[in-house]
């Protein structure tokens, strides 16, 4: 299933990701959870394995990555750990079947507690 293709909501930005997805992960760190309103589940791929139509904004959230959003609809995309060469890319954002499935769970420590982790997937506190 190549290339995969999404969008922000309201498709001012688009992208498509050449190759298979790798399994995705569900972020529950504080800072995934403030961006995306839950926690947040993304697939890590080659940077240029990904391309990307419009100009997303930045968001420099730490001093080692910065995270990729729609400055129209504010949709969040991408997450980019600086000096690496991958980037993260939303799940939610992904338009059609992906072909993956989530893998695991990671900064369990600091998920909300309003819900839990019950599908069994490996967790990792940080």
Known sequence: ??????????????????G???APTACHCSRCRKQ??????????????????????????SAK????????CGATLFFDPLHHEWIGVSMG????PTGTRLARHIFT???????????GLPQNRE
């Open 1 to 18: 299933m190549s290339p995969h293709s999404g969008a922000c909501l309201c498709g001012a930005i688009r992208f498509t990701v050449d």
């Open 20 to 22: 298979t997805l790798p």
């Open 36 to 61: 995306s309103g839950h926690y947040e589940a993304s697939t890590d791929v080659p940077k240029a394995a990904l391309r990307v139509t419009g100009t997303p904004s930045w968001f420099a959230s």
């Open 65 to 72: 990555a910065r995270r990729g959003f729609c400055p129209t």
């Open 93 to 96: 954002a992904f338009e059609g």
């Open 109 to 119: 420590g600091a998920k909300g507690d309003y819900y839990d982790i019950a599908d």
